[in-house]
C-alpha cells in the first residue's frame, strides 16, 4: 500500500475522548526545531547528568552550532551568548534507538510470474534481499519520528522492513529537516524468523536451513572472488549481488541483527551465531531468564523490548482449582516479565532499549514498572543513552554530555523517573525542539481531580463529538458512553476508510485514573487492521488528547460533550 493511501486512511481514523482544560500553557513551544543553535548557547544553572551516576548541579552547559563546547559549574559564557535559565531544568543525554522501525515502510512486493515455482523462488520472493538499504524507505518527515524525538530520541539505527533477510540499517539523527540526518550507513543486517507465505522458506526451521544456504554460499563467493584477483588460470566467479551483500557480514564488519520475540526464537538465533561464527545482535527480547548463559557465551548485543504485557489474571468468584492453577501461572509469566531487565542486569549484561513495536506514551511508564521490579535507576538511563552508544560505536560522539560530543540532550522539568517529569527541550544535532508542558494539577479537597467524584466515570456517560486532526485534514464523529465505574463501554463513528459513509467500532478498555482517559478501537482498512490508542485528560464536558496509530505516528484530537443524553 502506497505511502499516500496509508495518510489518506488515518485522516478518517477518528478518535474521542476526553481532556482536562483547567490547566493554561505557560510556555510558548516550538515542535518543528526551526530555530536552529547556530550561535553559542548556553542553559545556566541546572542539573545535568552528564552520564549515568554522574550529575552536576546547578550547571551550565555550551554549546555552538551542534558542539557541546563546555559543561560545568564555571563555564564561561561568551558575551552575545544567548542563555536559558536552567533553575528547574534536569538535563540528561539524547536517548539513542538500538533499532528503530519509525518512519520505515516496507519495499512492495515482487510480482510473481506465471510459471513461479514455490519450491524455489528468487531471493527478492523469498524476502532475501541483504543488498536494500532502509535509508531507500526511510523518510525522516514521518510523524513517528516527531513522536519519538518528543520523547526524548534524538539518535536512532534505523532497521528495514521485509522478510527473513530484510536488508541494511543506517545510523540517522533526528535533526534538522533539511539535513540528511545520516551519521553512518550499512551498519548492520537486518534478519527475522519470518518465512514467506506459500513458498519456501515458509516457516522458522526453513528460514534457518535458508539461511545458512545463502551464508555458506556467500563464504564460497568470497573465497572464489579473492583467488580470482590474486592468481591466474581459474574461472572467473559468478557475481551475485545476494552473497556479495553477505560479504561485510562474514568480514565480521558488521553484525547481523536478529529480531527475536520469544526465548525460542533467541535460542534459535544463537544457534545459527555459534555454527557461523557472525556478530549477532538479539534484538526486541522479552524472555531472558532461560537464555542467559547462552547470551553470555555469544557475547551477544541485546535490545530489550520497550513493550510490557499486561496484566490477564482476574479474581473469579467460586473459581475450580483448575482455573486458580492457570491464573497463578499466568501471574507467574507476566511477574516474571517485569523482572527482565533487572535480571540483565544483575547478570552484567550491559543491554539497550529498542522501541520497535512500542508506543511513545507506554515507554516511561514501563520504564518505571521495570524499575519497580529491580531495575537501577543508573542502568535504566545507561540503557537509553550510553549503551547504545557503545553497541553502535557512536561513544566518541553521542552517549553522554561532553566538551566536543554532538549537542544531543533532553531537557525535563524534574528529574527523569518521577512522576511529575516532563519532557520541555529536546536538542537534536543542535536544533532545539520545545515543548508544551502542563502545569501539575492539585488534587481537591477529596484527594481526586475529578470534582470529588472517586471514579470521574459520571462526566463520561452521555454523547461526545470530536474533531481528530491528521496530515490529510480535519475529520469528525460521535463517541457515546454508558455505564460507570469499571463497567464502562462504548461506541466511536468515524468515516468508513472504504468511502461508504459513517463506520462504527466498539471502544475498548476504557479506564479514567485521575482525569486521564484512555481506551482503543480497531478499524479495518485497506487490507489493513489497525489499532488507534487514545490518551488524554478529562474534566467536565471538554477533552483534549492524542491518537496513537503505531508506527504512523499520533495526532491531536478534541471533543466536546454534547449537553444531554438524548441520543442514548
Do not use: C
Amino acid at each position: 500500500m502506497k505511502i499516500s493511501t496509508k495518510i489518506k486512511l488515518l485522516s478518517s481514523l477518528i478518535v474521542a475522548a476526553f481532556f482536562i482544560a483547567n490547566s493554561q500553557v505557560q510556555a510558548q513551544s516550538d515542535p518543528s526545531g526551526n530555530r536552529r543553535v547556530t550561535s553559542s548557547y548556553a542553559i545556566k544553572n541546572a542539573t545535568i547528568t552528564t552520564a549515568p551516576g554522574n550529575t552536576i548541579k546547578g550547571a551550565t552547559i555550551l554549546f555552538k552550532d551542534g558542539l557541546i563546547q563546555a559543561v560545568g559549574t564555571n563555564v564561561n559564557i561568551p558575551v552575545g551568548t544567548d542563555v536559558i535559565n536552567g533553575d528547574s531544568l534536569f538535563i540528561y543525554p539524547g536517548f539513542i534507538d538500538g533499532a528503530s522501525s519509525a518512519g520505515v515502510s516496507r519495499p512492495a512486493d515482487p510480482e510473481r510470474p506465471a510459471n513461479f515455482d514455490s519450491s524455489n523462488p528468487t531471493d527478492e520472493q523469498a524476502g532475501i534481499t541483504p543488498w536494500r538499504s532502509v535509508l531507500d524507505n526511510l523518510d525522516m518527515g514521518n510523524n513517528a519520528i516527531s513522536d519519538w524525538r518528543k520523547a526524548g530520541f534524538t539518535i536512532a539505527q534505523a532497521i528495514p522492513d521485509g522478510g527473513m533477510i530484510a536488508g541494511k540499517s543506517a545510523i540517522v539523527i533526528y535533526g534538522s529537516g533539511e539535513s540528511t540526518n545520516i551519521l553512518a550507513q550499512n551498519t548492520a543486517l537486518s534478519a527475522r524468523f519470518r518465512g514467506s507465505r506459500g513458498m519456501y522458506p515458509g516457516t522458522p526451521l526453513g528460514v534457518m536451513a535458508k539461511f545458512r544456504d545463502v551464508y555458506k554460499n556467500a563464504e564460497l563467493s568470497s573465497t572464489h572472488t579473492r583467488l580470482f584477483a590474486s592468481n591466474s588460470g581459474l574461472n572467473r566467479p559468478e557475481i551475485n549481488k545476494t552473497y556479495q551483500a553477505m560479504f561485510p557480514v562474514l568480514d565480521k564488519n558488521i553484525p547481523v541483527i536478529f529480531e527475536v520475540s520469544n526465548d525460542l526464537e533467541i535460542r534459535r538465533a544463537l544457534r545459527l551465531q555459534k555454527e557461523l561464527g557472525f556478530k549477532i545482535v538479539l534484538s526486541g527480547v522479552t524472555e531472558v531468564e532461560n537464555v542467559i548463559s547462552e547470551i553470555k557465551a555469544s557475547n551477544a548485543t541485546v535490545l530489550l523490548a520497550l513493550t510490557l504485557p499486561e496484566d490477564k489474571t482476574k479474581a473469579k468468584e467460586d473459581a475450580t482449582d483448575e482455573y486458580v492453577a492457570r491464573t497463578a501461572r499466568v501471574k507467574e509469566a507476566y511477574e516474571k516479565a517485569l523482572k527482565q531487565a533487572a535480571l540483565l542486569e544483575k547478570e552484567g549484561i550491559k543491554f539497550g532499549f529498542t522501541t520497535s513495536g512500542a508506543k511513545t506514551g507506554d515507554m516511561m511508564k514501563n520504564i518505571k514498572i521495570m524499575m519497580d521490579n529491580g531495575l537501577s535507576e543508573n542502568a535504566a538511563l545507561a540503557s537509553l543513552t550510553v549503551n547504545n552508544a557503545q553497541n553502535l560505536g557512536i561513544q566518541k560522539f553521542a552517549g553522554t554530555l561532553e566538551k566536543g560530543k554532538l549537542a544531543n540532550m533532553v531537557v525535563m522539568t524534574a528529574p527523569i523517573f518521577t512522576e511529575d517529569s516532563q519532557v520541555k527541550h529536546v536538542i537534536a544535532d543542535g536544533y532545539v525542539y520545545d515543548y508544551e508542558v502542563k502545569p501539575k494539577r492539585a488534587a481537591n479537597g477529596n484527594g481526586n481531580k475529578n470534582g470529588g467524584n472517586p471514579s470521574g466515570s459520571s462526566v463520561l456517560a452521555g454523547t461526545w463529538e470530536y474533531v481528530s486532526d491528521t496530515p490529510a485534514g480535519s475529520s469528525g464523529g460521535l463517541m457515546k458512553i454508558e455505564g460507570s465505574g469499571s463497567n464502562l463501554k462504548g461506541t466511536i463513528t468515524f468515516d468508513d476508510p472504504a468511502g461508504n459513509g459513517t463506520a462504527q467500532a466498539d471502544m475498548k478498555d476504557i479506564k479514567l485514573v485521575d482525569g486521564n482517559l484512555s481506551f482503543t478501537f480497531d478499524v479495518s482498512a485497506g487490507g489493513m487492521d489497525l489499532n488507534v490508542d487514545v490518551k488524554g485528560d478529562i474534566t467536565d464536558d471538554k477533552f483534549t488528547g492524542r491518537m496513537s496509530l503505531g508506527n504512523f505516528g499520533s495526532f491531536p484530537l478534541n471533543a466536546t460533550k454534547k449537553p444531554n443524553n438524548s441520543n442514548f
